[in-house]
Structure formats: C-alpha cells, structure tokens
C-alpha cells in the first residue's frame, strides 16, 4: 500500500500570500488530520477532516482552513502568510471509523518558508 | 488540559539499552504513542499502549506505563546507530478524536 503523501514537499512564500497544501491518505482511510511543526511550539494539531466534514479542530486563528474531498484527499489553505507560519507542515491517515482508537500514519511533510 | 513533557537529549553507546521518558499530565488519555522522526522526515509510528495496559513488547521496543503517576517510558533494546533519530511520545485524549498532543521530544544520538 502507498503511504501518505503531501505536496509539495518545499515552498517559499512571502508574507500577505496564501498557500494550499495537498495530502493524499492511504487508501481506504477517510481521515485526514493536519498538524504543525515549528521548533518553539513543537507539534500541534490544525484540524481534522472525515468524510468531508471537519470533525475536530485545534486553537489556530481562522487564517488556517482546509478541505476534504470525496476520495478522501485534502487540502489546508493559509492566508496572509505571517513569518511564524513558517513550519513543517504534516498530515496524518488513519481509518477514521474506530471512535478515535486506530492509528495515524504520517506523510513526509510540507517545509513552508515565509520570508 | 494536556501537557505531554519529556526530556531533551539522551545519548547512550551502541549496543546499550536506551530508555525514553515521557509525562503527562491528563488522567482521560485513552492512547499513548510513540512516533521516531529522522532528520527531514515525517513521524513514523513505533508503537502504541492502551491506557489500561501496564506493558507493551515488540521486538527490540519494550513500552511501559504507569497510569498513576502518568509516565510513560520506551525502552530501546541493543540500540543501534540507526535509532539516532527524535522520538515524540503523544496521547490522545477523546475516544473519537483524532487529535493527537504531542510531547517535546527527545533526541538520542547513538554513539558508535
């Protein structure tokens, strides 16, 4: 089975733009959950999406939105870049119909650098 | 609320056993992980223990928990050089939820 994948892998932005980050889950798994990764905060979770509908969300400004398509894919959005949006930014898949006990696998990340 | 803390750094010698640890602080977690991240790369899932389980063993990984005083602990047996590498201890905390809270993490440097 092909893991997760995200593109794209790098991106550069400058601050006011906006970027759309794509995850593709593992087949069959219909959950997508997104998180953010900077050395001073660590680890937080963004949001996630299950059958296309947001099922749970972090404390992170309106800025940061995403979407789930049919097939499972989605997308986080920022807008009005800020330099602390730079991150490393991750989706995990899992199979979203075990109430919260399955497992999330991780793609390898999008690096964004706002400048 | 959720506070996931451990340590920063651990080094230990080829071959040795490497113990990680990691505290938290929310008596609801329902599942405790363990992801390793390597340099420029995304988490990889290591294991996992249900909150009502007191060990885990698989293979060189051996994890244990102790819900009354909310550690958490991965022992890394004969650990090589390719175990250098950040590893992240993470709960969840709602069954049905898939946010997971993340620890600090902790980097073991493996030294030949």
């Known amino acids: 089975k092909a893991g997760v994948t995200q593109t794209p892998r790098y991106l550069i932005k400058t601050r006011g733009q906006q970027v759309t980050l794509s995850c593709s889950p593992i087949?069959?798994?219909?959950?997508v959950s997104w998180y953010q990764q900077t050395p001073g905060q660590g680890l937080q979770f963004l949001f996630e999406y299950f059958s296309e509908t947001q099922r749970n969300k972090g404390n992170f400004p309106g800025r940061f939105s995403g979407r789930q398509f049919s097939n499972s894919r989605s997308e986080m959005n920022v807008s009005t870049l800020e330099l602390g949006d730079s991150a490393l930014y991750l989706c995990a898949s899992s199979s979203g119909t075990s109430g919260g006990k399955e497992t999330q696998y991780f793609g390898p990340g999008t690096r964004l650098l706002v400048l | 609320g959720e506070d996931v803390e451990q340590s920063l750094f651990l080094s230990v010698r080829e071959g040795d056993s490497s113990v990680i640890n990691c505290t938290y602080t929310d008596s609801s977690s329902t599942y405790l992980y363990w992801y390793k991240q390597e340099p420029g790369a995304g988490l990889q899932l290591l294991t996992y223990?249900?909150?009502?389980?007191d060990m885990k063993q698989d293979q060189r990984l051996t994890v244990l928990l102790n819900k009354k005083d909310k550690h958490l602990s991965l022992r890394i047996a004969d650990t090589q050089t390719g175990d250098s590498a950040i590893y992240f201890c993470a709960e969840t905390l709602q069954t049905g939820a898939n946010n997971l809270f993340f620890g600090t993490g902790t980097r073991l440097t493996v030294i030949p």
């Open positions: 087949s069959g798994h219909r959950s």
């Open positions: 223990i249900f909150s009502n389980m």
